[in-house]
């Protein structure tokens, strides 16, 4: 047993640990209303070849509520609504595009969202305040960009597979701008040594 | 007969139909009622006719589970409006989860199980 779970963690240190990319930044949306957001992933190559995996979470705040009410007498509030989600896939990381230190990663992944807000709506009518929250899965496909040594660009969208359950729907589709740290470690230690 | 909406203005037109003139048809179907460019529709539950206490229609009404904007507060205020008006009427609503095809498909199936059975 002992060396069962020594050869584990030697194998996940030689080979998940050094191959292992660590994105995190801000999640943005922009159509149809403007969310604000984190994200952190991990993108990992076990078996040191194209193949990779990633698996991550991020959520967003809605930051506007459109046109739907513009221009009516009705008054609207949004106390929050918010989305989150995590996601697991496994895809293609091309790294080291054409000579730089840059990766490129397509993933097909399995995303479990949550959608909740609350809200309020007032007029001579009407005075109503409502509080939903719903939880559900999609099939989304997730780019990875990482470039200048350091900058990660992500971009999200849900497929619309298994229709019956699932659907394209905008409020899962999103961009990441954010930073590689594994990157950024090795840069600065390039750096250092280049310095001395 | 039924009338029934798939697409959101013929919700609010069914919607309509239904507190003006509820002697056209005897069952109803509402899918997603959306009142946001029409607020008059707020009102619509005080000035309802004369037939209130003796209308028997059957009227299903659902929504999409994650539909913001509004969408449950007036799904929420449909339902007020006909339980505390119609007594005699047989309401049925739904809070579906799922894509937008699902939801439609489902809302169909079940609104049309509900009033035919």
Sequence with gaps: ?196 | MIIFARLLSTAMATTYTFLTHNDFFNNYLIINPDFSRYQDFFHLGAVTPNTTQTNTAKIYISIAADRDDGYHIYFEHLKTVLTENYPNVDLATDRIKGGHKKVREESLELGLKFILE
């Design chain 1, 1 to 196: 047993m002992k060396t069962i779970f020594i050869a584990i963690l030697l194998f996940f240190s030689t080979y998940v640990l050094g191959q292992t990319q660590f994105n995190t930044g801000i999640t943005l949306k922009l159509i149809p209303e403007i969310h604000l957001g984190l994200y952190s992933n991990i993108e990992v190559q076990p078996f040191n070849n194209a193949i990779s995996c990633i698996v991550g979470i991020d959520g967003y705040y809605k930051l506007t509520n459109g046109n739907t009410f513009k221009n009516y007498k009705i008054q609207y509030k949004r106390h929050y609504n918010v989305v989150a989600q995590t996601y697991l896939g496994i895809g293609y990381l091309k790294k080291d595009i054409e000579g730089y230190d840059d990766n490129w990663g397509i993933y097909p992944t399995f995303t479990y969202h949550m959608h909740s807000f609350k809200e309020s709506l007032k007029n001579d009518y009407i005075n109503q305040t409502i509080q939903q929250t719903h939880f559900g899965w999609h099939i989304g496909l997730l780019n990875t960009f990482t470039f200048s040594d350091r900058f990660n660009f992500q971009f999200y969208c849900p497929l619309p597979f298994f229709y019956r359950h699932t659907n394209f729907n905008w409020r899962y589709v999103n961009m990441k701008f954010g930073v590689n740290l594994a990157k950024l470690k090795k840069s600065k230690k390039k750096k250092a040594a280049s310095d001395l």
